[in-house]
């Protein structure tokens, strides 16, 4: 019998009671972080609605001051951005409002005049181009800063396309770069230029908010939740109405986290506070039911462990002995003693059962093994070939079609016995035996009689069965021309192999018996060929 191992700390008393009471405060500490974060969700939502709406009016504000400058730069940037080639890495706009600036005044465009009289229109190509670039720095610049002010990780301008339900990033806050062939590629690896015009067609199930912003008009009470490579965003679309024309959407993006992040510190605050009253609760309550009653079964349980670690029945009494009071720990004691005494006497008696089972087990294992195996070439025997036959003729009447015989008898065996002696003639068994073996590998090989072997040839030893036989047959004439070898080492043998055929054959025998035809056939057209 084992010795019994000391419980672990997992499986005590005082572990599951300390499990019960941590699942009841849990319970409670979660339903009361639900029920704080659910509270602090919606008003802390409802607050960053209200703060990105009011960066979202703000860009609007400014765009709307534009007016029909805005409008034309929208217009042209729509019919033009393959051929803009904006300087990506560029920091502000003065450059490219002096370039304009310059072009007017090499077409006579007086500067000093207010320029918002002016058409642009009306104004050669190169003009309204380096217009539409300062334009588009301003704007790009000015939804930048208003990202880095306000905090956000992203600000856009959106255009829908005629075809409906794409959207075109017009002022994108996540600069991309291009290359010379226009196409967008990884910051660094491009021309220098802005990749412009970039655009998606975004599913109006999956994007419901924005869409609904665009088709009505008007803001919406909710975000639109975005999932990318960019990370997880809130984003709020503002309806850009300049003269009372829809002309795109501003977005406003706030970081998931930046929003969940602070709900979820007041609730682990709240959470804090319920978790420290539970436990003190929890280690007074432990405290006392340790002292009163886990103790008393932790003292029982040590001197049972004693126990069967030093098989000494007198424990029982020691048990005995320590046994307090008259509660059902107590009970539990006196019955854990009389148990000790009967369980020794029984484990005795059942060790002793199973020793001897296990002895008669190996010895029929044992004797098993020598009924089906052959005494003198190790290989199993006729025994073992009968039910092999036996398994083959169940595995026929299921369909198996595919399996032969191969006979093998050794030639002059007589000869060698009245020769040189039954050992040497047992040499040549043997030697013929691993010859056999060695060539049919994959093949269960029985020894049926004193010089006959029977090969049943299955798998890739029935497909291979002519080669194998070539094989066969080839090592025997090398050892017949082997003239360092005795006689009984250059061992003769007449090889017979029959396939199963299901037009002729219905039983393993109808295989056997043409195998057997055939191996004496072989063994008549071999007679004198060696004397010994």
Not at 106 to 120: E, L, M
Not at 344 to 356: A, F, Q, R, V
Request: glycine residues 6%; negative net charge.
């Amino acid at each position: 019998m084992k010795s019994a191992r000391h419980p672990k700390e997992s499986s005590s008393l005082r572990f599951k009671f300390s499990i019960l009471f941590i699942i009841f405060a849990v319970i409670a500490i979660v339903t009361s972080g639900i029920e704080t974060y659910t509270s602090q969700a919606e008003e802390y939502e409802e607050q960053c609605l209200q703060n990105i709406r009011n960066i979202g009016d703000y860009l609007e504000s400014i765009i709307q001051e534009a007016g029909e400058e805005f409008v034309w730069y929208q217009n042209y940037y729509m019919n033009h951005y393959k051929e803009l080639n904006i300087p990506y890495g560029f920091s502000e706009y003065l450059n490219a409002q002096r370039r304009y600036e310059n072009m007017l005044v090499k077409y006579g465009i007086s500067i000093q005049s207010d320029t918002r009289k002016i058409n642009p229109s009306e104004l050669p190509a190169e003009v309204q181009e380096a217009y539409c670039i300062y334009l588009h720095e301003y704007y790009l610049l000015t939804f930048e800063n208003a990202r880095k002010a306000f905090g956000l990780p992203y600000t856009y301008y959106l255009v829908p396309r005629e075809e409906i339900f794409h959207m075109v990033y017009m002022i994108d806050g996540e600069r991309t770069e291009k290359n010379d062939a226009g196409e967008k590629v990884k910051t660094g690896e491009g021309n220098g230029f802005l990749y412009l015009g970039d655009e998606y067609y975004d599913d109006p199930l999956q994007y419901k908010i924005q869409w609904d912003s665009w088709l009505t008009g008007q803001k919406q009470d909710a975000f639109q939740m975005w999932d990318n490579e960019w990370g997880q965003t809130y984003a709020y679309y503002t309806p850009l109405i300049i003269n009372g024309t829809k002309y795109g959407l501003i977005g406003t993006e706030l970081e998931v986290k930046d929003v969940i992040k602070p709900i979820l510190k007041n609730t682990f605050d709240q959470i804090l506070k319920i978790s420290i009253i539970l436990i003190v609760c929890i280690i007074l309550v432990i405290g006392f039911i340790n002292h009163f009653y886990i103790s008393k079964i932790k003292n029982l349980e040590s001197n049972v462990r004693k126990f069967t670690e030093e098989k000494n029945p007198e424990l029982a009494e020691k048990i005995r002995s320590e046994i307090r009071g008259n509660d059902e720990i107590s009970s539990l004691a006196h019955q854990f003693a009389s148990m000790i005494v009967e369980l020794k006497k029984y484990m005795i008696t059942l060790l002793s059962t199973s020793n001897e089972l296990k002895t008669t087990r190996e010895h029929a294992k044992e004797m098993h093994i020598l009924a089906h195996k052959d005494a003198l070439t190790g290989v199993r025997n006729k025994n073992a070939y009968d039910r092999e036959v036996r398994r083959l003729e169940l595995q026929l009447a299921e369909g198996k079609k595919e399996f032969g015989i191969a006979m093998i008898d050794l030639n002059f065996l007589k000869q060698i016995n009245d020769t040189y002696g039954h050992e040497y003639g047992n040499e040549s068994i043997r030697k013929l035996c691993h010859i056999i073996c060695h060539t049919y590998s994959h093949s269960p090989v029985f020894r049926i009689g004193g010089d006959e072997f029977v090969v049943i040839l299955e798998n890739d030893d029935y497909k291979e069965a002519a080669a194998l036989a070539e094989k066969f047959n080839g090592t025997l004439d090398e050892l017949k021309s082997d003239d360092k070898l005795e006689p009984w080492e250059k061992v003769s043998a007449a090889l017979g192999c029959a396939m199963f055929d299901s037009k002729t054959d219905t039983t393993v025998s109808n295989v056997f018996n043409r195998a057997d035809k055939a191996m004496y056939a072989r063994k008549k057209a071999m007679k004198g060929v060696r004397e010994v």
